[in-house]
């Protein structure tokens, strides 16, 4: 497909990259000032990952590894956790606990990673 | 009554896949498990006329069958039909008719085809025939057999009855094999099946009734009747595939038990279904009459079917509201005892040999058969005979009555009762997409009473129900549903392009953008117009840019055509082209400015695009055209939160929720935006849905 991967995800963090540059993306980017790096795995955490940086200081969402120094908090998902996470299908917290979402830097930090930050996708 | 009948298949709702095709066996359900049931229920009522006839019965086949599930089951259905006693009241005055046509079916299944036409004379004659093989669940078990075996190979009914009743493993494989949509429905579900093994016991068990009981008005005395047989034989030939999908679940069934018993299984199924039939029966107990009651049977057991159709789609659900659902757990409450049952029946009939059983029990049967005649006699036939031609009469000339009675007993009571007990639709919405529906049967029924007698399966195939369905999912705002509900259309209709492009775009929702490729592009390789720009081998690997460009082409070839542009936008959202998508959605209205879902998609685009102020003008548009429309409520719920503007949001949300309290995704934007509007006090109530609570607290 010419510009679009397989992962559900994309979809997603593109609509957060647009969203973002809105007031309200502008409001959640001075709420959360930080800086988040995502991996998500098509079927399972740790393969074939793609890499997003959800750049919540800048209001930027960029694909690739961070490089601006070490994100705050890099969460790994399966493609189908993060849109149920994103969309409040699945609560973080839950989640965390069952090994859906793996977690690692400052816990403070992941703590507010929510699916508010989100948005919604809209249904045709 | 053949009228009465084909209307019965007329106003048939979805399920009509299975039960439209032998309407007459609805009415033969009524009748004879009304028999069957007051049988069962009769040796639990001591002061029922009929009560020595039943101890009878029972203790008569507990001598020779100890292992027969009759008399087991018999006091397993005490609790449920307990409480049923003013329900049975009615059903007692009903009870010789119920015997006879149960001792008419016993007759005729037994029966080698020659001696058959015995039974077309006076049925006092019929009664003293010392023919009885035992109890009428195990007959009805070798009958649906026979049955099976028959239509499979579409010769007529009667003659074939005894010889093929013994259907090998083999031949059920093989029936299984040709089964045509019926039973690829239920390969369908074949995972589910398994998952929900205790839904499905009682699901098959509807088929099993339907089936097994066509044939019950066939030994009836009444010259005329047997002509509406004759007929309708033909009608219940296309009803083959329905017999099928009961022969794969069935199969199943006993795979999963690993008991080749099979009057057990009938037995129990019929049993369970005459159960279910009775719970819904008591809620219209105040139809007392035997006319009234049989009338009722038939909406019931149709009923019945509809409800297995779609509790098949609600079998794909796990939702644990559904699971914990009332109608579940009654479900549940069945087959456990079913399958209790089974079991205790399964080892003991699967040491013994099944034909010397039989034959036990043919020699048992006799002095059964006597006492039967006797009691029946006693109850003077005579009456019975005419009680029984009064009520066909009446049925024939007061057909439009009933049709009219039937299609508000669905569509209010059975509507309702599937909103609340199994719905994932308010009740409401599911109601309006069922009376459409509805208008489309009662057109299929006049076309089917223009030409009398001759069976019209395609406007009664399933598709259109499972299509209505699914559009009535996703106008709710729920695209896993309506996929579902889409699937099953499109495995009757593939070439339906309602259907495919309804696939697509809820694929293209639920973020699959293969699968949602895959759809669009059927969509253009079955057009009429269109067909031609397709290429059999791109059909292998699909591209992106393949398909849209094919689209662009289509687009070129006939602008003035508003589905082509339609299709072009979702492609668009696909790859996330929403300038492309919106130009297009925008195109397409200028051609087709009141189709509400287009405002829909033109609103979801652009909201998807970050112009949500224009989306709640698109909105407001649908809405203005369709205000019902659950999807665009949510919609306009989402934009506002994507705006920041969460107050008015949860209004839009709690509005969306009131119409159709089953759609998740609203719940869960609901409880995201509360958070973030920092109305955690109504949390709570969100959590526990109480919508009373936020209706009140955001009203719109």
Redesign the interface.
């Known amino acids: 497909?010419?510009?679009?991967t397989?992962l559900?995800s994309d979809?997603?963090l593109?609509?957060m990259k647009?969203?973002l540059?809105?007031?309200?993306g502008k409001?959640i980017t001075k709420k959360i000032g930080l800086v988040y790096q995502i991996n998500i795995a098509p079927k399972k955490i740790g393969f074939d990952e793609v890499t997003y940086v959800v750049d919540l200081k800048k209001g930027e969402v960029t694909k690739g590894s961070y490089e601006g120094g070490k994100p705050d908090a890099t969460f790994s998902f399966k493609d189908d956790d993060f849109?149920k996470i994103a969309?409040?299908?699945m609560n973080p917290q839950l989640a965390f606990m069952r090994g859906a979402m793996k977690v690692k830097g400052s816990l403070s930090a992941a703590q507010k990673f929510t699916?508010?930050i989100f948005?919604?996708?809209?249904?045709? | 009554m053949r009228e009465l009948v084909t209307g019965g298949a007329a106003c048939a709702v979805p399920g009509s896949s299975s039960s439209s095709s032998n309407p007459l066996g609805a009415l033969a359900n009524a009748i004879i498990g009304s028999s069957s049931k007051t049988q069962e229920r009769l040796q639990e009522i001591p002061t029922s006329t009929a009560a020595p006839s039943g101890s009878h019965f029972y203790s008569e086949t507990n001598d020779h069958l100890s292992a027969l599930p009759g008399s087991e089951f018999g006091n397993s259905l005490l609790q449920p039909h307990a409480q049923g006693s003013d329900f049975l009241s009615g059903f007692r005055s009903a009870n010789q008719n119920g015997f006879a046509d149960a001792w008419d079916e016993i007759q005729h299944q037994n029966q080698i085809p020659p001696h058959f036409d015995q039974f077309h004379g006076p049925r006092p004659a019929a009664l003293p025939q010392p023919t009885l093989d035992g109890p009428p669940q195990r007959v009805l078990s070798s009958f649906l057999h026979s049955f099976v075996g028959s239509s499979h190979g579409s010769i007529p009914f009667r003659p074939t009855s005894l010889p093929l009743l013994g259907l090998s493993e083999g031949d059920k494989q093989c029936i299984r094999d040709r089964s045509s949509i019926m039973a690829r429905h239920f390969f369908a579900d074949k995972s589910e099946d398994f998952i929900n093994a205790q839904v499905n016991a009682l699901l098959s068990s509807l088929e099993i009734d339907s089936d097994a009981r066509v044939k019950g008005p066939l030994p009836g005395r009444f010259q005329e009747l047997e002509d509406y047989w004759n007929e309708s034989q033909g009608m219940v030939r296309p009803g083959a595939p329905a017999v099928d999908g009961w022969i794969t679940e069935y199969s199943q069934h006993r795979a999963a038990h690993g008991d080749p018993d099979a009057w057990a299984h009938s037995f129990e199924q019929q049993h369970g279904a005459n159960g279910w039939a009775s719970e819904f029966e008591k809620e219209q107990s105040q139809l007392t009459s035997i006319d009234q009651m049989r009338g009722v049977n038939i909406p019931n057991l149709e009923a019945m079917e509809q409800t297995r159709m779609l509790a098949h789609t609600l079998a794909q659900n796990n939702d644990p509201k559904f699971q914990n659902s009332k109608f579940l757990q009654f479900v549940s409450k069945m087959s456990r005892g079913e399958l209790i049952i089974d079991d205790n029946q399964v080892k003991p009939a699967a040491s013994g040999d099944w034909a010397a059983e039989y034959q036990q029990q043919y020699t048992g049967g006799p002095s059964w058969a006597d006492e039967f005649a006797h009691n029946q006699l006693s109850h003077g036939p005579e009456q019975w005979v005419n009680e029984f031609s009064t009520e066909r009469e009446q049925h024939g000339s007061v057909d439009d009555q009933w049709v009219n009675e039937f299609s508000k007993l669905h569509v209010d009571d059975w509507a309702e009762e599937f909103g609340q007990q199994v719905g994932e639709n308010s009740a409401d919405n599911w109601a309006n997409a069922y009376d459409e529906f509805m208008n489309e049967q009662v057109a299929a029924k006049q076309r089917l009473d223009a030409s009398r007698g001759v069976y019209v399966f395609s406007d009664m195939n399933p598709y259109v129900g499972w299509r209505l369905l699914g559009i009535a999912h996703a106008e709710n705002?729920d695209?896993q549903q309506a996929i579902a509900a889409m699937m099953r259309a499109q495995e009757a209709d593939p070439a339906n392009l309602e259907v495919l492009l309804s696939l697509g775009?809820s694929h293209?929702?639920?973020?699959?953008?293969?699968a949602a490729?895959k759809y669009l592009y059927g969509w253009l390789r079955n057009h009429p117009k269109y067909g031609t720009l397709a290429t059999p081998e791109l059909s292998e690997s699909l591209?992106?840019?393949d398909v849209?460009r094919l689209f662009i082409e289509a687009s070129q070839m006939f602008p003035e055509d508003a589905d082509v542009h339609i299709v072009l936008g979702?492609l668009y959202?696909?790859?996330?082209?929403y300038d492309k998508a919106i130009e297009s959605f925008q195109t397409a209205l200028k051609l087709r400015p009141h189709d509400y879902?287009l405002w829909?998609?033109l609103?979801?685009?652009q909201?998807?695009?970050?112009q949500?102020a224009d989306?709640i003008l698109a909105y407001q548009q649908a809405l203005d055209l369709k205000p019902n429309y659950v999807?665009a409520w949510?919609?306009m719920g989402?934009?506002y939160?994507?705006?920041?503007m969460y107050e008015e949001s949860i209004r839009y949300y709690v509005r969306a929720l009131a119409m159709n309290p089953k759609a998740?995704?609203a719940w869960?934007?609901l409880?995201?935006s509360l958070?973030?509007a920092s109305r955690n006090d109504m949390l709570e109530a969100c959590d526990s849905r109480n919508l009373d609570v936020l209706q009140k607290e955001f009203p719109l």
Request: no cysteine; aromatic share 4%; hydrophobic share 30%.
């Open positions: 497909m010419a510009n679009s397989k559900k979809a997603l593109e609509l647009q969203h540059t809105t007031d309200a409001q849109i969309t409040g299908k699916p508010d948005p919604k996708p809209s249904k045709m | 705002d695209d775009v293209t929702n639920e973020l699959e953008q293969a490729l591209y992106y840019a849209s979702v959202n696909l790859s996330r082209e879902s829909n998609k609103g979801a685009t909201a998807n695009s970050v949500s989306a999807r949510a919609n989402i934009s939160a994507n705006q920041g998740d995704n869960q934007y409880r995201i958070s973030s």
